[in-house]
Every structure is written in C-alpha cells, then in structure tokens.
DNA sequence: TATTGTTATACTCTATAACTATA
DNA sequence: TATAGTTATAGAGTATAACAATA
C-alpha cells in the first residue's frame, strides 16, 4: 500500500464534472438539468417513492428534493399524489411524458459511458467500477465514524 | 469491451462528492471552501499566474475566478498583483498565510486518500489512477471534436 | 481588433431555521 | 414527540452580456 494517487480529488471532479457536463450538453433540448435527470433515473429505477426516501437516495436534504421536484412538477415531468396511508407524505410519480423520453436518455447515457471509457479493458472497467463503490464505501464509513482528528458533537 | 459501467455518472459523482465533502468538513476551520481550495492548489503547485492561466487549469470561465479570487483576497488567502508586462493583467499571488497552512492541509489531504482507498491494491489504485486520467482525456476530446449526435456551429 | 478582467444580473443547487399538518 | 413537507432566506458556484482598459 505505498502507492497514494496524487491529486485523486481532482480527477474524480474533472472526471465527473466532465461527464455530466457533456451529458448535460447532450440534454439539453429536454429541458432538464443534471441534478434533474439524477433524480429522474432514480424515479424510473425505483419506482415511485416518498420525497423523503428520493433525499436519501439522492444524498441531499429533503428541502433539496422538494425544490427540484417542484420545477420538474411545474414542467410536466413528475406528479406529487397524495400517499394512501400517510396524509402528511406525498408519492412521487413520473408521468407520461417522462417514460417516453427516458429510453432515449438512457441510449444517450449508454453512448456517452461507451465514449467516456473507450482505450480502456474490461478488467480495467471492472477495477474502475470496483474501486469507485470502494471509495464510496470507505467515506460512507468515515463519515458514520467521524477519526480522532475531528471533533464529534 | 463488453463490460459497461452501470450508473458510471452516479458513482464518479456519488465518490466525487463524498470526498470533497470530508474536505470541506476537515477544514471548515480554516474558512475556505472546496472551490477556493481547489483553486489555491493550482496556486501552490504551479506558482503565480494570472486570472485566466488559473481559469484554463480549473476549466472554469474568468468570472468565476474573478469571484472565487475576490473573496479570497478580502480573507488574506492571496494577492493579486499587477503584471509587469501586461497592464491588463493581473498575478495572483499566494499570501503567507495561504503558505503557512498549505503543509497541514497537504498532511490532511494525503490522510483523506489513504482513507479514501483503504481496500484497495496498489495494482488496482494505479488503474484507478490510469482510468480517471483516460475518462477525462476522453471526454476532453469529445468536446473538442463533437460527435454526429451533436450540433456544432 | 483581440484580450484581460470587471460589474451587473440571474440561474441552479444546496442548506439552516422555523413552520404546518399529520402521525 | 416525531415525521413529511413546506416557506423564507441565504450562500456558493457558475454563467451571459456589456463594458473598461490595454495590447
């Protein structure tokens, strides 16, 4: 373990930024933003869900969800229905229009990961994949157990 | 090259932000956020240069450099000087201050990684490293040169 | 004419705090 | 008391457009 990859914040961030920003591009037409399709995908993974359980998925604050989800409701996307069991919750739906355009989305996706991994192996691919669950894995921990360096409330 | 990467923008993004978040979270003491660090570890590295050398390395417009360079200054990170050539330009010079704390924030930072690949072979951080370098490289290629899919001007 | 950097303005995403309605 | 969701407000980051100063 001596190798330490040097400035590893600053590549998963180009990386990153770079592929939703060339995804974004490519979206554009469809009036969504990349924080909007990130919920989406989810929506169309999941199935409708609770506003609560799309801010646990999405890792943000529920007030996060409730504004995206009010523009993307604003702009036909989804819909917010009333929860059968729970009066204070609401279930959100992707609606028509949104199934309709997602295989499109998701063949747009397919191409721009082919594009974004091509030179690469599959054995690379599989140490990519494997390594970045990894780091999420391993932060998801520290941030759970907070190190003595830091100062738990 | 049949193995494609499920989700590749959500784990890149979801590894992306953990980590910065731990970041931000580590050195909330010293006032700067995750873009202003981003930038003063362009500044450390590559030494002194102007507004728009410093756009080009963060693959950000001038405004926002602008922006992110004024509150900085306000709080002492750095200075911007005038250039001794070009009377339009100006360097933009880390303080003391920046200097003084850059070793510790260096130490925190090297912590965080290895945190970050606890798990992780050597083998398999340097085709980590390899990969993230290929995906931007890539991606930076596909913008450069815009696929059929797409409208160029 | 082109480039460096700014001001003015606006947008998205995200968050904290305080609140309503319901459980 | 706790939870789902909201309003009010604010901040960071980013951007377009118009502009100034200089090359």
Redesign the pocket.
Known sequence: MTYRIDRLGTLLQDAS?RLW?RFEHRTADYG?????W??MGHLLREGPM??????AL??????????????MEQQGWLR?EA?P????????VATAKACEVAPTVRALVDGLYDQALSGLSDEERRVLHRALLKITENLQAAEAQPSSSETPK
Chains 1, 2 share one sequence.
């Not at 609770?50 to 801010?55: D, F, S």
């Not at 069991?85 to 959100?92: F, G, K, L, M, Y």
Request: glycine share 2%; no cysteine.
């Open positions: 930024r920003g969504l933003s990349a924080a909007q990130r919920l609770t506003q609560i359980a799309l801010a999405l890792d943000v604050e529920p007030i996060s969800v409730s504004r995206l989800t009010d523009r917010r929860h069991e729970d009066r204070r919750a609401r279930i959100v």
